[in-house]
Nanobody
Framework: QVQLVESGGGLVQAGGSLRLSCAASGRSFSRYDMTWYRQAPGNQREWVATIDNGGRTNYADSVKGRFTISRDNAKNTLYLQMNSLKPEDTAVYYC???????????WGQGTQVTVSS
């Protein structure tokens, strides 16, 4: 069992930066592939970025070059550094932990990011 708690959201002006954190409890955080998703009002949940258990990263085109996903396995924490924020980045951001090849799939409760123009 893994519990995920996101933090770091808030209100920022366009062009600003935020860093989101996702703290994981439970064992074997390093084994999980970790992903950030976001959901804007009225929209479906959208994939943002993934870092796998080997540290390989992948990004949605909409955030590539502006967002950086990283993890600190010693601290059981996932991060999302968001730079050059745009109003269209406004959403609730969720982290997910997925153990490849298993049914173990966990979600956090989300953190609100609001970017004003």
């Amino acid at each position: 069992q893994v519990q995920l708690v996101e933090s770091g959201g808030g209100l920022v002006q366009a062009g600003g930066s935020l860093r989101l954190s996702c703290a994981a409890s439970g064992r074997s955080f390093s084994r999980y592939d970790m992903t950030w998703y976001r959901q804007a009002p009225g929209n479906q949940r959208e994939w943002v970025a993934t870092i796998d258990n080997g540290g390989r990263t992948n990004y949605a085109d909409s955030v590539k070059g502006r967002f950086t996903i990283s993890r600190d396995n010693a601290k059981n924490t996932l991060y999302l550094q968001m730079n050059s924020l745009k109003p269209e980045d406004t959403a609730v951001y969720y982290c997910q932990a997925l153990l490849f090849g298993s049914s173990q799939n966990y979600w956090g409760q989300g953190t609100q990011v609001t970017v004003s123009s």
